[in-house]
Every structure is written in C-alpha cells, then in structure tokens.
C-alpha cells in the first residue's frame, strides 16, 4: 500500500509503517482487556482498565470514551480485513446494544460518540438490524437533551441539574452525526431540525470574532437567551482550549455537508485559520493555544489527531479548489509531525498509538499520557491519509 498526498502527489512520510504499527497495538490491546474496556487515558504510557462507579464494574462500559476502542477496532477490520478486530469490534457492539436498553450511563450528549463509532459504524459495514435499532434508541435519548425554546441540545448531567441546565460544548458538533443518520434512517423532520437549529446557535454563539471558540456556552432554557461563554478545560474562559478548536474545524465541516448551511462552511474555514495560525514549529498544538513556542506548557497530540482528521473533511467539502489545497497540505504537515514526533519509539513501549496528550489539565486529568480518542482520530487520519476513497462512520 502506498499513499500520496493529493496536494504534492508525493508518497504521504512513514504512514504505511505508522498504520503497522498502530495494528499491533490494537491487537496487543485486544489480548490485553479482552471485553473490558481501557480508562479515558495512559498512566505512564499505559491504559489501565476502567475504573467501577456507580454500580457498572471495572472495566465496563461507562463514560463518554468506550466507543473510541470499538471505533479502532473498525478502522483495524478495514485496514486490513482481519477477522480478530471484527470479532472484537462486534462484542463491544453487542454491549453498546445492552447499555443503551439498560440505560446506564445515558445523561450526556457524547451518545453521539458512542453510538456513532460503535452501533452506527457496524450498521454502515455490515447491515446489522439489532445494531441500526440500538443506534435509534441512542438517537431518541440523545433527542430528550433538546431544549426548546433555546434550541440546543444539553451537554451534561440529568436534565434537572441547575448547574448544567441550557449549557452545550463545543464537542458536541461532533455528536450531530447520530441525529443526521437516524433523520436518513427514519424520515422523522425532527432530527434534522434539532442538527439545524444547534448547529447554527454555536456557529453564532461559540465562535468568537477573532475565529476562536469558547469551550463552552450557555444559553436560558426557559427563554432561549443566549447568556455567556466559558471553558472547563481550557486554559481561561477567554483563552481558546485547542481540542476544542479542532472539533470546530471538523464538526462545523461535516455539518455543512448535511445541513447545506454555508455560515457552517465558513465556521470550519474560520477555525482552521486560527488553529493554523497558532501552531508551533513543529504543527503539534499546545493544550491551549494561547500558548506559544517557547512555552513549557504540555502539548495536545489529540488535538492534532483531531484537526487532521478536520482538515481533509474541510477539504472534501470545500468549494475553492486552492484552499482546498492548503487544507490538505496542512492536514499531512501536521501528521507527519505526529508520526515523526509524538509516536511510541518503539510499538511495545506503550497501549497508546501516540502519546504527549492532554484530557482535563485544570483538574490534573491525563496530562501528557495517551488517550483513547486521540489513538482512534490518530487513526482515523491514517485512514484518511492511505485510503482516500475511504467513507467515514460519522
């Protein structure tokens, strides 16, 4: 397999030695948890297995991050056709079913997450009726978090908690694809309309003037007001968290491509510029991009991971052929660097396909360890990068 890049049709560095040694780390993984599933992040390197909470046992199926294993285990089924990554990918799936009918651990609007890459993913690759039903329960769950008249969906915790009433996040762009397929699934307007309505409240409300994103927003559930921006994660409320910029590159592209809104189009140009603008030398970003070389501060590899994975989304949808371009180049920059700078030296020397990524820096949460979501969007842009033609689960 050889892969170029569709900007300088030269062969893209070390991605097909990358993606090899992304597989043995799957399949070491594999062996390594069985059914259990990995923490959010490393310690030192490695993934230790879920933490038990609220009645779900160690290693279960909780949280907002399960799916990113099950959505690796995919990508390993297609690179390479291997029965092992199918088979694994297929008893997550069985359980994602069950946690969704049991309905453990349903309080957030990551369901998009962890349905997409999971049920919706087996769905799209292989026609499975138990898997598309449990996706539409997930839908309809995630559809109960819309808040009329404000017009977005919730981001956390029960629909009571005063605390988190009327507040989304700038992730949950990436938890519309859920919404849009089971609007293609079913018909019914009202999925479409709520990906409409929330998509078009962030792009006015979470994009700042100078391109950069509040982490965070809230709006009053009663009135529908727009009320003010913060972050959780990000360095100040003010600052601009670079995961969080990265998903608006991607989200705001894919949602232009279903909703046809072209301000969402022109969201995902305005955070790539800015995104762009502020990367180091070597096109990795710090955690928060306020940030600049010459920092200490650790850097975000999953945040890279991301805004690859954006990049050529952005590219696929754009209408000017030069920045459509530039978006490619940039998106193989940045995971060059990636492969050369922020991979394990050697597969056996860590559980996690890169490392030097941040999760919750404020709270001392997975600061420079590997993380699931960045292993799968890592991935994920290898794909992209090998397999042009390759059509994406969200």
């Given at each position: 397999m050889t892969s170029t890049s569709p900007a300088s049709g030269t062969k893209a560095p070390q991605v097909d030695d990358a993606i090899a040694d992304a597989l043995s780390t799957i399949r070491r993984n594999i062996a390594k948890f069985g059914p259990a599933y990995p923490d959010d992040t490393t310690v030192d390197d490695r993934y230790e297995p879920r933490p038990a909470e609220g009645g779900i046992p160690?290693?279960?199926?909780?949280?907002?991050?399960?799916?990113?294993?099950?959505?690796?285990l995919w990508l390993a089924w297609e690179l390479t056709g291997a029965e092992d990554y199918r088979e694994a990918a297929l008893v997550d799936v069985a359980d994602f079913e069950r946690r969704v009918r049991a309905e453990e651990d349903l309080d957030t609007h990551d369901l998009g997450f962890l349905y997409t890459l999971s049920t919706v993913a087996s769905w799209r690759l292989g026609a499975d009726e138990a898997a598309r039903d449990a996706s539409l329960l997930a839908a309809d769950h995630l559809m109960r978090r819309f808040l009329e008249p404000a017009g977005i969906i919730q981001?956390?915790?029960?629909?009571?908690?005063?605390?988190?009433?009327?507040?989304t996040i700038i992730d949950s762009l990436m938890n519309m694809p859920l919404l849009t397929w089971a609007g293609e699934q079913t018909g019914e307007p009202r999925f479409?309309?709520?990906?409409?309505?929330?998509?078009?409240q962030l792009r006015e409300h979470i994009l700042r003037e100078d391109d950069s994103t509040f982490h965070t927003f809230y709006w009053d559930?009663?009135?529908?007001?727009?009320?003010?921006?913060?972050?959780?994660?990000?360095?100040?409320?003010?600052?601009?968290?670079?995961?969080?910029?990265?998903?608006?590159?991607?989200?705001?592209?894919?949602?232009?491509?279903?909703?046809?809104?072209?301000?969402?189009?022109?969201?995902?140009?305005?955070?790539?510029?800015y995104f762009l603008r502020h990367l180091p030398a070597d096109d990795v970003p710090f955690w928060d991009l306020v940030y600049t070389d010459g920092s200490d501060a650790p850097r975000d590899s999953s945040a890279a991971a991301i805004a690859v994975c954006g990049l050529i989304?952005?590219?696929?949808?754009e209408v000017d052929a030069g920045r459509a371009a530039e978006w490619t180049a940039r998106a193989h920059a940045i995971l060059a660097s990636l492969i050369a700078n922020y991979t394990p030296a050697a597969a056996e020397d860590s559980d996690a396909l890169i490392l030097h990524s941040v999760y919750d820096l404020p709270k001392g949460n997975g600061?420079?360890?590997?993380?699931?979501?960045?292993?799968?969007?890592?991935?994920?842009?290898?794909?992209?990068?090998?397999?042009?033609?390759?059509?994406?689960?969200?």
């Open positions: 160690l290693g279960g199926n909780r949280g907002w991050t399960t799916s990113f294993r099950t959505g690796m981001a956390w915790g029960d629909l009571s908690d005063p605390a988190q009433r009327g507040r479409d309309d709520a990906v409409r309505r929330h998509t078009a559930a009663e009135t529908g007001e727009a009320l003010r921006g913060g972050t959780e994660q990000g360095a100040a409320d003010e600052s601009c968290w670079a995961r969080g910029q990265a998903w608006g590159i991607y989200g705001f592209a894919m949602n232009y491509a279903v909703t046809g809104d072209e301000q969402l189009l022109e969201a995902s140009r305005r955070c790539a510029e989304e952005l590219a696929s949808v600061v420079d360890e590997g993380t699931l979501w960045g292993d799968y969007f890592y991935l994920e842009a290898l794909m992209r990068v090998a397999k042009p033609e390759w059509k994406k689960y969200w």
